[in-house]
Nanobody, 115 residues
Framework: QVQLVESGGGLVQAGGSLRLSCAASGVIFSIYLMAWYRQAPGKQRELVAYITSTGRTKYADSVKGRFTISRDNPENMVYLQMSSLKPEDTAVYYC?????????WGQGTQVTVSS
């Protein structure tokens, strides 16, 4: 059974930093594209960043230069380092594993940035 478990969310002041973690189990982690999405109240879920099985990364324009996605394949972990946080980064952040039109999702972790 596939499980993705996020952690590391919380309340932070604008300009601060947080690191989100996602622990994966039940999949051959190294072959999956791993991503972070977020969903703010009243808005659609949006892609924040992804990292391919070979380490190629892509970021939403809104987080470029502030967020860094990384993965540790032996540990089945993916991370999102978030810096220079803004109130508009407030959302529930979801970990996603994707391969061959199949998606797995975590339960989400709340990030709240106060102004």
């Amino acid at each position: 059974q596939v499980q993705l478990v996020e952690s590391g969310g919380g309340l932070v002041q604008a300009g601060g930093s947080l690191r989100l973690s996602c622990a994966a189990s039940g999949v051959i982690f190294s072959i999956y594209l791993m991503a972070w999405y977020r969903q703010a109240p009243g808005k659609q879920r949006e892609l924040v960043a992804y990292i391919t099985s070979t380490g190629r990364t892509k970021y939403a324009d809104s987080v470029k230069g502030r967020f860094t996605i990384s993965r540790d394949n032996p540990e089945n972990m993916v991370y999102l380092q978030m810096s220079s946080l803004k109130p508009e980064d407030t959302a529930v952040y979801y970990c996603n594993a994707h391969r061959d039109a199949v998606d797995y999702w975590g339960q989400g972790t709340q990030v709240t940035v106060s102004s």
